[in-house]
């Protein structure tokens, strides 16, 4: 009889918590996937600073999700099916939006889209060698906004890292030209020299950053392994 | 049985008639008071002026060691706190306050203390309860407008009617400068009802109304001058943001009202000791006849953990002489330390090593710190000190001379050293230990604020020591700061020197050694502890630069306002060990990083005006968000 009640028991407690699934909202389905591109070419900012929302009209409250651009320039973000409006927030990114300064996503199943943005600079031909100990980079940085807007350069970086996260936070080496200092933005050229490493690892990651003056937000090239 | 129901009938309408409605139904309430019982007796209001008193919104203060942690002033060595050094960023929310219920409050006291309600009672206590309230509404805007910038001004109680429609109660932001403003004039016009009374401490006086006069004249000041560095950090509304054309008039403001409270000469710095140190450390613990403080908030000795006292000894108390179990929670940083000036004006790291590449040697770890501004052992606590009358053991073990260490992870642990076979103590009492929580792990404690009396370190009576909030040094420095902004760098020197001779400093300041960076440097080292760091940085907009998220060594240039710090350090003194070497036993230090100590701050232009959440613009769409978030 006892074993009878609890077998019972358990059945009923079972069955209430198999029921939970019925007045539960469904986990949003949709992937919106990208990057942030300038001409087809993604733009290489710092982890965890660049974002941008989302926002869903209509509802008596609006609260934003915040999506998060990768070092790379990629985003992804999971939704719900509805149609959202993008914005970047005011003094986000080392860009500007090309045009109006909302779009609007419908999303309806997974779907990707490239934002495509105007940065203040480009790092064109990033090229990395090393030789002994010391990374060698060189690049150009082009102009990309000419107008009333345009800004100066403050200074470019050249971050080196053991991992593949390199930026002004996580590096092990890095060295500076200060934008005062650039003679000729065609043909920049920084090294660096790379510090014994524990463990000992024989290639690190490199990528050159340039920071605007009076933007937050760095822009980079892409990170590059480089064999020591 | 007709009879019996027209008996009971009668006997009821007898009883409804000998009962006094009025009596009966119309009582006075036993569980609160009443309007016409408060606003008629002076104790009454004096207690609800005390509560709003106590609830005056603070950042860093007794009620948070933790706090000094945040930035490069201190280490936290407390388990639950290490992720303050691991973290790079600080939320955009950090530092933010909507505090409108408070506001509210004060609105409906200052409301209730002008209505006819108070008319029996003395007209100068009215007009004090009156201005009272409104130094702590304006105290309320102020600590707004540091930390959100321009914020919807109400001056008066609101009220909903029920309409189902609140959209007229809703206030757009007013302009920074418009806030600032209002405090400024608010603080005018309520200055001679208050007491002009030195013994009046924690009661809103006229020392204090000029006091913070000088204080937020001088943000404001420095937000139109400085805030033309960060373009970025500008509203088009004005509500963050003050043009650089107010900046003079501010300056003007901050330098009449902080001269006038030195000319009036109530107040003088707080000089009662010998021994300066003892004495910049007496400055904040003596409640007896202290000349030099404005403005506190008090305390009471109490076993109960309900803010009457304070528990700032017991969290920072050295764990070698600790009362309690606990203690050695807040580290000043090296960042700090390094930043103390010889008493001959000029500035020098700590140098450990000679040109050779051996360590210097020293017989007494104080010999390190010999020389120096008189506040840096007033405001830490220095290896081979005493406090309480008690030595520190700060020290991290035995260098021996073929490079290694010997050295424990337990508290004052016992070890054998080379060629011996008797265990010795091989760490001291008071660590420092890497990672071992109330121990001195960047080799300091504080010293500032903490309680010498006995007992101050228990958890059952704690400290009845207060929090200065206002002093006269901060005036003087104000002052400083003010006149060098107005070219007046002669007068500025003088307001300088007279803090610094109460340091020790015996050589003055000419006008020509005044500079940004002293005044920076000054502010530094005179309010380190005190609350001052994060709206300094702010207002000079150097946040940003000082804290970068860049991960540099230790700068050599402690006289320099805008050199990074973005990682506490810390310097730890070793026991020579090599028998038979005349440097056997002696001293030697090591700069070294906390190995909790893994992120490195980052302050962004959005964190210069904190984050106003998504539900506060829901309910009032007329706010408009603050820059770079």
Redesign the interface.
């Given at each position: 009889m006892k074993k009878l009640k609890f077998i019972f028991t358990l059945i009923i407690a079972t069955t209430i918590l198999a029921s939970c699934a019925w007045d539960n909202y469904d986990e949003p389905q949709s992937f919106l996937k990208g990057n942030i591109v300038y001409n087809n070419e993604p733009i290489g900012v710092s982890y965890?600073d660049v974002t941008f929302q989302l926002w869903e009209p209509g509802w008596q409250?609006?609260?934003?999700i915040d999506v998060v651009v990768a070092q790379d320039g990629s985003y992804s973000a999971k939704l719900f099916n509805a149609t959202y409006k993008l914005v970047f927030?005011?003094?986000?990114g080392p860009f500007r939006m090309v045009g109006a300064d909302t779009l609007t996503v419908n999303i309806a199943g997974n779907q990707t889209l490239d934002i495509e943005v105007e940065p203040y600079y480009m790092i064109r031909n990033a090229q990395f060698s090393a030789s002994g100990r010391n990374v060698t980079a060189s690049f150009q940085a082009e102009k990309i906004i000419t107008d009333a807007d345009a800004l100066d350069i403050e200074r470019v970086n050249l971050y080196v890292n053991k991992g593949m996260f390199v930026d002004?936070?996580t590096?092990v080496a890095s060295t500076e030209i200060s934008g005062g200092d650039i003679a000729n933005p065609g043909s920049i050229s920084m090294s660096v020299s790379v510090p014994e490493l524990t463990p000992t690892q024989n290639y690190v990651y490199a990528r050159v950053g340039l920071k605007v003056a009076?933007?937050?937000d760095m822009i980079f090239s892409q990170v590059q392994k480089i064999d020591l | 049985m007709n009879k019996k129901i027209v008996y009971i009938l009668l006997l009821l309408l007898t009883f409804n008639w000998s009962c006094n409605d009025d009596d009966f139904l119309d009582r006075e309430p036993t569980n609160i008071l009443l309007d016409e019982q408060v606003w008629t007796d002076e104790a009454l209001i004096l207690s609800v002026v005390s509560d709003l008193y106590f609830r005056i919104p603070e950042y860093q203060s007794l009620e948070g060691w933790w706090n000094f942690a945040d930035f490069d002033e201190a280490f936290a060595s407390n388990f639950g706190d290490y992720w303050r050094h691991k973290n790079?960023?600080w939320g955009y929310g950090e530092w933010s306050l909507w505090n409108y219920g408070y506001i509210r409050e004060i609105n409906l006291f200052i409301q209730k203390a002008q209505s006819d309600l108070t008319n029996n009672l003395d007209p100068a206590v009215k007009s004090r309860f009156i201005a009272e309230g409104r130094f702590l509404r304006a105290n309320a805007y102020f600590e707004l407008v540091k930390r959100m910038g321009g914020v919807p001004l109400i001056t008066e109680p609101l009220e909903y009617d029920f309409s189902g429609d609140a959209s007229y109660l809703q206030r757009p932001r007013a302009k920074e400068s418009d806030i600032y403003d209002f405090v400024l004039s608010e603080l005018e016009e309520i200055k001679n009802d208050l007491p002009n009374d030195v013994n009046v401490k924690s009661r809103a006086t006229q020392a204090l109304v000029l006091a913070m006069q000088s204080r937020v004249a001088l943000y404001a000041a420095s937000i139109a001058k400085y805030g033309a560095t960060t373009?970025?950090v500008f509203l088009p509304g004005g509500e963050v943001g003050i043009p650089a054309s107010m900046a003079e008039s501010y300056y003007t403001k901050a330098l009449s009202a902080a001269e006038q409270l030195i000319k009036n000469g109530d107040y003088a710095l707080y000089n009662k000791k010998e021994d300066l140190s003892d004495n910049f450390a007496s400055l904040f613990v003596d409640k007896g006849n202290n000349t030099e403080v404005i403005f506190v908030r008090d305390y009471v000795q109490s076993e109960r953990w309900d803010g009457r006292a304070n528990l700032w000894t017991l969290w920072n108390q050295p764990w070698s002489g600790a009362e309690d179990l606990e203690g050695g929670r807040t580290n000043p940083s090296l960042n700090l330390v390094q930043s103390f000036e010889l008493l001959d004006n000029t500035f020098a790291t700590f140098e450990t090593m000679d040109g050779g590449g051996d360590y210097l040697y020293f017989d007494n770890p104080l010999e390190m710190f010999a020389g120096r501004d008189a506040r840096l052992a007033g405001t830490v606590i220095l290896p081979g000190s005493k406090f309480k009358g008690k030595d520190l053991d700060i020290w991290a073990g035995y260098q021996l001379a073929d490079g290694s260490i010997i050295t424990g992870d337990e508290f004052g642990q016992r070890k054998e050293l080379p060629g011996t076979d008797t265990p010795v103590q091989v760490v001291g009492f008071d660590g420092p230990i890497d990672g071992r929580e109330f121990s001195a792990q960047s080799g300091f404690y504080v010293r500032k604020h903490m309680d010498p009396q006995t007992g101050s370190g228990q958890r059952g009576l704690k400290s009845d020591r207060w929090w200065v909030r206002y002093r006269l040094a901060e005036v003087y420095l104000n002052a400083a700061e003010a006149a060098f902004e107005l070219d007046q760098a002669g007068k500025a020197a003088g307001y300088l020197n007279v803090v610094r001779q109460r340091a020790g400093f015996t050589t003055d300041l000419k006008a020509s050694d005044v500079t940004f960076d002293r005044i920076v440097h000054e502010r530094k080292v005179e309010l380190a502890f005190e609350g001052h760091e994060l709206w300094d940085m702010k207002r000079w907009r150097l946040a940003?630069i000082v804290w970068?998220?860049?991960?540099v060594p230790l700068t050599d240039k402690p006289w320099k306002a805008d050199e990074v710090s973005t990682r506490v350090f810390g310097l730890w003194p070793y026991k020579y060990y090599e028998p038979g070497s005349e440097n056997n036993g002696k001293y030697i230090f090591k700069q070294i990083l906390p190995g909790q100590v893994t992120g490195?701050d980052?302050f962004?232009?959005?964190n210069y005006y904190s984050f106003i959440n998504?539900?506060i613009r829901?309910n009032n769409p007329q706010i408009v968000?603050n820059?770079?978030?």
């Open positions: 965890n409250l609006s609260y934003p927030p005011d003094g986000q002004f936070r590096n009076g933007r937050e | 790079n960023d373009p970025a940003h970068n998220g860049e991960k490195a980052r962004r232009l959005g998504d539900e829901n968000k820059p770079n978030q």
